[in-house]
């Protein structure tokens, strides 16, 4: 069964930085393209920074700069870097994966990040 635990969220202050980990498992891991998505209160779930297997990345223009996605196909673990954190960035984050055919279904409990201005 696909499934993603996401973890490291927290409080901080703007400006500060999160690491962000998400462990996937029933996946072949190396083999697919890697999502983090953020959902703030009221709004859609949102597509932030992707990661090929190849290791090939791109990032929302709101993140861009910002945030640094990065994997580790031997742990089964994406990794989201954040740093320079707005107030803006609050949201509960999550990942996906995509193996050729879109987005799963499965979505982990997120990890909520809340930064204080």
């Known amino acids: 069964q696909v499934q993603f635990v996401e973890s490291g969220g927290g409080l901080v202050q703007a400006g500060g930085s999160l690491r962000l980990s998400c462990v996937a498992s029933g996946i072949t891991f190396s083999m697919n393209v890697m999502g983090w998505f953020r959902q703030a209160p009221g709004k859609q779930r949102e597509l932030v920074a992707v990661i090929a297997s190849s290791g090939t990345t791109n990032y929302a223009s709101s993140v861009k700069g910002r945030f640094t996605v990065t994997r580790d196909n031997a742990k089964k673990t994406v990794y989201l870097r954040m740093n320079s954190l707005k107030p803006e960035d609050t949201a509960v984050y999550y990942c996906?994966?995509?193996?050729?055919?879109?987005?799963?279904?499965?979505w982990g409990q997120g990890t909520q990040v809340t930064v204080s201005s």
């Open positions: 996906n994966a995509d193996s050729g055919t879109g987005w799963t279904d499965y």
